[in-house]
């Protein structure tokens, strides 16, 4: 066992739920002492130290919760006794919030998220593993110096790869087209690769509404416009393919550009990026003409985090296409 202490925050999740018959499903009910007395062998690995930054189900995860998570882990990281953190928290948004964790990690220690798909009073739960695992990779050396990363099923990811997968299949969390970056086997913590192209920030304040519009067959302006009446400082839009968007979208993102939103384009396909290959209307190509900048291979739903960030940070690049585009493709 490591001298250093790994700091546990607990966020809530289905790895803290348990069925309440009153309601007819599984409801938040254990803290992060509770997770931890049910995982066998997990003093022997590290001193514990508990923060109960909340107990809700993911859905209910906001950005400014990302952010004050982040503040709170950052801060403890800062002390001389803390080797690293884990975050448990719910698998429906910890996509979301790892890759905003990472976004604003400066320190060398550790910071590894987990959660389960099966509630801690179910017949198999698979959060005391993932509990065990993730303050394995936390107390490691090596892991230092590796950022945020998503550890379950033994299983390590980057945070800006990874993606839940399947409704209810205990390994939903993969990372397609890359794979994982390394497991957690019995006696030592595995990596075969380091993510590359992680690009970090420092805003003071989370400030910047960014909205997502997704494509469909058919889709009009009418969403860019309701965006842009209601004040936002970015719209993802989320194409089809390499990043095409159906016609009449075209002058809506072109005015919203006039009017200094940031328009950033992203692909619902899981991999590949984004990229002006095209000439027809409503083509990369296009919107490109039109001031939208492309966001390289990131979900939408991840690209938004980012450019909240981003503009939080630095709003006047809201103007800057060009740069962007350099901040977003790896």
Not at 95 to 120: Q, W, Y
Not at 219 to 235: E, L, P
Not at 243 to 265: C, F, R, S, Y
Request: one cysteine or more; a neutral charge.
């Amino acid at each position: 066992m490591i001298d250093k202490k790994v700091m546990v925050f607990a966020t809530g999740g289905t790895i803290a739920m348990k069925y309440d018959p009153a309601k007819h499903g599984l409801v938040p009910a254990c803290t992060g002492e509770d997770l931890a007395a049910a995982v066998p062998g997990l003093g022997d690995v590290a001193p514990l130290e508990f923060v109960q930054f909340s107990n809700i189900a993911s859905p209910g995860m906001t950005p400014q919760n990302m952010w004050d998570l982040s503040v709170a882990i950052e801060k403890a990281l800062e002390r001389d006794d803390v080797a690293g953190a884990i975050v448990t928290h719910g698998t429906d948004t910890l996509e979301e919030t790892s890759f905003f964790l990472d976004l604003l990690h400066r320190n060398p220690k550790p910071i590894v998220c987990t959660a389960a798909m099966r509630g801690a009073g179910d017949t198999s739960p698979d959060g005391p593993m993932n509990i065990l695992c993730s303050v394995k990779v936390a107390a490691s050396q090596e892991t230092v110096g590796m950022g945020v990363l998503v550890c379950l099923n033994e299983t390590l990811h980057a945070p800006g790869e990874v993606m839940k997968t399947h409704s209810a299949n205990p390994a939903t969390f993969q990372s397609p087209w890359w794979g994982p970056v390394g497991y957690v086997d019995l006696d030592k913590i595995v990596f075969r690769r380091k993510p590359l192209g992680v690009k970090r920030f420092a805003p003071k304040a989370l400030t910047a509404r960014v909205d997502v519009i997704k494509c469909m067959t058919g889709s009009t302006r009418d969403y860019i416009d309701f965006a842009v009446s209601q004040g936002v400082q970015g719209i993802v839009i989320e194409g089809f393919g390499r990043g095409n968007v159906p016609p009449p979208m075209v002058p809506g993102i072109e005015d919203a550009v006039k009017k200094g939103v940031a328009v950033v384009l992203t692909t619902r396909t899981p991999g590949g990026r984004v990229l002006d290959v095209y000439g027809y209307p409503g083509s990369v190509t296009d919107t490109r003409r039109a001031g939208l900048a492309m966001g390289g291979e990131l979900s939408a739903a991840k690209a938004r985090l980012k450019l909240m960030i981003v503009l939080s940070e630095r709003p006047e690049l809201a103007r800057d296409r060009d740069a962007l585009e350099k901040l977003f493709d790896i």
